[in-house]
């Protein structure tokens, strides 16, 4: 069990840039999380996949926001035209179940700075 | 209204003292989850639980759920306690395409700061 990893661990953009970040889960995981956290607040729900198919999506995700997995192991969640407000901390989380109440297992994160 | 609430915001504590932080949650729930972050971001899981208690070296977690209250206590606190706990109430929800999951709603997190 080598844990969730995320990548890159920071990225520095500047505004009107597009990013891409990559999530790879613990290996037989199913489900896979993304969320965002600011400053002094929890994490917010972004997206939420279940093998390949992406089951959620939060209205905090305006049409720049795009995530993927594609062959139901590793994602990633691309921003396009970047904003400063899109400068936060993006966490993946991974799951392992067939309905819910699976214990979260979270990357380090990917911290987003837009200049 | 926050869906889930955490008190303290800040918590400072001698080593050894006694802690507990506080969540209510206003939505029915499947399970509610205690993490833990340290500074630089990454989360660790605590407790996953739906009824009672449970416990883990020098930390416990219990949960009243007609209350809709869970409490995070550790004892003989330590420095290395130091960290932000988290809770988040899971709900189980269903898809359009009757695809069961859990959605998780997040507090705002309590700063610990204990001094040695």
């Known amino acids: 069990d080598t844990g969730v990893s995320q990548n890159p661990r920071h990225k520095i953009t500047k505004r009107g840039q597009n990013v891409t970040f990559r999530c790879d889960p613990i290996?037989?995981?199913?489900?896979l999380y993304w969320y965002r956290q600011t400053l002094g607040q929890g994490p917010e729900f972004l997206t939420y996949f279940q093998n390949e198919a992406q089951l959620e999506k939060s209205r905090l995700l305006s049409d720049r926001f795009s995530a993927e997995r594609p062959k139901g192991s590793f994602s990633t969640l691309e921003i396009q035209r970047t904003e400063q407000g899109d400068s936060a901390m993006y966490l993946c989380?991974?799951?392992?179940?067939?309905?819910?109440?699976?214990?979260?297992?979270f990357g380090n994160g990917t911290r987003l700075t837009v200049t | 209204k926050n869906e889930v609430e955490q008190s303290p915001q800040n918590l400072t504590a001698q080593e050894g003292e006694f802690i507990t932080i506080n969540c209510s949650y206003s939505v029915g729930i499947s399970a509610l989850h205690w993490l833990q972050q340290h500074p630089g971001g990454g989360i660790v899981s605590l407790f996953m639980?739906?009824?009672g208690k449970k416990k883990h070296g020098r930390l416990i977690a219990t949960i009243n759920i007609q209350e809709k209250h869970s409490s995070l206590h550790i004892t003989a606190s330590h420095p290395r306690d130091s960290a932000v706990y988290i809770c988040a109430a899971e709900k189980g929800l269903m898809n359009a395409g009757g695809t069961s999951y859990g959605k998780l709603t997040f507090g705002q997190g309590t700063i610990l700061t204990v001094h040695p």
């Open positions: 989380a991974s799951s392992l179940g067939t309905a819910y109440n699976s214990p979260l297992h």
């Open positions: 639980l739906s009824s």
């Open positions: 290996s037989e995981h199913n489900r």
